[in-house]
């Protein structure tokens, strides 16, 4: 079992409309959780990462933490066909444990913004 | 903008042959990763170094893989004897650890193998 999952997709949604991508974790003991945007043939890049729960914005993306229910979730508003790509969620331990900024990749949720 | 630097861009090799990857982490991080990405399997650890100390290796094949880090600005790659199965994108990341929270990792542009 994948300590990370990833709601499978793909997601496919207008330009202009909210885009909500989700994901799950298993270990109780992850502390922090990271959104990586990666087009097609480049490497990850980061968007977003939170620590606590509730919410954090930057720009049109906003990124929730739920950790009673183990999920979190970023919201893209105002979607953009640039925003058309695959999202990793990302999950690892902190707070002076030994991984040390490991993390562990779901298996990605593709995008489409149609125009 | 400091970045992670990933050398070669694309590498085909013939099943049996060495192949070595680099990477040079950004100035003053103090973690390496390397991580192998494909469409069946996503992103897979493969290894990892915390001030140039291996910490981690067990998503490597032991028999044909190998990582080192002979200094800070250099990490390296070795799968001897390549296999079609290795073919992947193999992607270097760093970040600097060691407080409460970890820095988010920054990934090179990838090493795109091929191997026939």
């Known amino acids: 079992q994948k300590e990370v999952e990833q709601n499978s997709g793909p997601l496919s949604v207008p330009e202009g409309a909210i885009a909500s991508l989700n994901c799950t974790y298993s270990?109780?003991?992850?502390?922090?959780f990271f959104w990586y945007r990666q087009y097609s043939g480049k490497s990850p890049e980061l968007i977003m990462f939170?620590?606590?729960?509730g919410d954090k914005e930057d720009g049109r993306f906003t990124a929730q933490l739920n950790k009673a229910s183990q999920y979190v979730s970023l919201l893209i508003r105002d979607s953009q066909p640039s925003d058309s790509a695959t999202y990793l969620c990302?999950?690892?331990?902190?707070?002076?444990?030994?991984?040390?900024?490991?993390?562990?990749f779901g298996q990605g949720t593709i995008l489409t913004v149609h125009p | 903008d400091a970045r992670v630097t990933q050398t070669p861009r694309h590498k085909v090799t013939e099943m049996g042959q060495e192949v070595t990857m680099r990477c040079q982490p950004i100035?003053?991080?103090?973690?390496v990763f390397w991580y192998r990405q494909t469409m069946m399997q996503g992103l897979e650890l493969l290894a990892y170094?915390?001030?140039?100390?291996?910490?981690?290796d067990s998503g490597m094949p032991k028999d044909r893989f190998s990582a080192e880090m002979p200094d800070a600005t250099l990490a390296t790659l070795k799968i001897q004897p390549s296999e079609p199965r290795d073919s992947a994108v193999y992607f270097c990341?760093?970040?600097?650890?060691?407080?409460?929270?970890?820095?988010?990792?920054?990934f090179g542009n990838g090493t795109r193998l091929t191997v026939t």
């Open positions: 990341a760093s970040g600097r650890t060691g407080g409460y929270y970890n820095s988010p990792l920054h």
């Open positions: 270990d109780r003991g992850s502390q922090s």
């Open positions: 939170i620590y606590s729960n």
């Open positions: 990302a999950g690892t331990y902190d707070a002076g444990g030994t991984s040390y900024g490991k993390l562990t």
């Open positions: 100035l003053g991080h103090n973690t």
């Open positions: 170094f915390r001030n140039r100390a291996p910490l981690d």
